[in-house]
């Protein structure tokens, strides 16, 4: 498969998560290529990409194939994480007919869905070139396939926030609803974990509490440009700000040039148009 871009890692479940798309589509059997094609006709299949975008996904594209057909082979034409142009072709492959006719809608759907998420992650990306901001994915991933789509934002140049519940703490609004107040969730959390802190605030008291209790990670929640701007002055550096809320592509740019450190999107995995590919078998 292409080499993903340096240093970013494949996921360790990929063919776990292929497994149940495959049983998924598959359930008891593909009956339209079991009584249609013969057994063991091989065959070679291109597949090429009907507009721009930044290509992501080929580890569980080839686990679909290699599931049901170890030996299907792959040549790829681009590098994970390449922007390509419409038309141009990112992999040709042989194999055995059922294998490619059963697994490919599978290993589109992984391709195409990936190479969304990557592509737009590049687009916001671009837009905060040269600021010292960095965007972030979030929580609101499509279930079943956080690590592909972390893995997919990766390949766009973003960056992971949290991957679940488990390695950083995230104290927001419902949470100091629950404990009632900034200083004390603060100083619970630091008792128990050495993950990342993170606290939400929704407005420049809260800020101005959180910095008092010694927060080192503050996410701004829906903040105006202005009060950001006001934030980054108060702060003076002593906590890390984060940004989110409704962030697009129209405002991030002034966003990220108030010197914030990080603006959290969740639109990169949680509104994703997949990208247009098509796959034709050549016997």
């Known amino acids: 498969m292409p080499t993903p871009p340096a240093l970013i890692e494949v996921p360790t479940d990929v063919f776990?998560?292929?497994?149940?798309?495959?049983?998924?589509?598959?359930?008891?059997?593909?009956?339209?290529?079991q009584w249609l094609i013969p057994t063991e006709r091989p065959v070679s299949a291109r597949v090429s990409v009907r507009e721009s975008a930044v290509i992501a996904g080929a580890p569980w594209f080839e686990a679909c194939f290699r599931s049901l057909d170890p030996h299907v082979r792959f040549a790829w034409q681009v590098r994970e994480g390449?922007?390509?142009?419409?038309?141009?072709?990112?992999?040709?492959?042989?194999?055995?007919?059922?294998?490619?006719?059963?697994?490919?809608?599978?290993?589109?759907?992984?391709?195409?869905?990936?190479?969304?998420?990557?592509?737009?992650?590049?687009?916001?990306?671009?837009?905060?070139?040269?600021?010292?901001?960095?965007?972030?994915?979030?929580?609101?991933?499509?279930?079943?396939?956080?690590?592909?789509?972390?893995?997919?934002?990766?390949?766009?140049?973003?960056?992971?926030?949290?991957h679940g519940l488990y390695d950083?703490?995230?104290?927001?609004?419902?949470?100091?609803?629950?404990?009632?107040?900034?200083?004390?969730?603060?100083?619970?959390?630091?008792?128990?974990?050495?993950?990342?802190?993170?606290?939400?605030?929704?407005?420049?008291g809260q800020l101005a509490q959180a910095l008092e209790a010694r927060a080192t990670w503050v996410l701004l929640d829906n903040f105006s440009l202005e009060d950001i701007r006001s934030a980054v002055a108060e702060t003076r550096g002593r906590a890390r700000l984060e940004v989110s809320g409704g962030m697009d592509l129209s405002e991030i740019r002034a966003v990220a040039e108030t010197g914030v450190d990080f603006i959290s999107v969740g639109a990169l995995t949680k509104h994703v148009r997949a990208i247009d590919l098509s796959m034709r078998i050549r016997p």
Request: glycine fraction near 10%; aromatic fraction near 2%; charge should be neutral.
């Open 16 to 33: 776990e998560v292929v497994g149940r798309a495959l049983a998924e589509d598959m359930g008891t059997g593909d009956i339209t290529a």
């Open 82 to 162: 390449e922007r390509v142009k419409a038309g141009a072709t990112l992999v040709e492959l042989e194999g055995e007919a059922r294998a490619l006719l059963t697994g490919e809608r599978t290993a589109l759907n992984f391709l195409q869905l990936l190479s969304g998420t990557a592509t737009t992650t590049r687009r916001y990306v671009e837009q905060v070139e040269g600021t010292r901001c960095r965007i972030l994915d979030t929580r609101k991933t499509l279930p079943g396939l956080r690590s592909a789509q972390k893995y997919a934002t990766r390949v766009g140049g973003g960056t992971n926030h949290r």
């Open 168 to 204: 950083a703490v995230l104290i927001k609004e419902n949470h100091l609803a629950c404990v009632g107040d900034i200083a004390e969730a603060l100083s619970r959390a630091h008792s128990h974990v050495r993950t990342p802190i993170v606290i939400e605030v929704e407005t420049l």
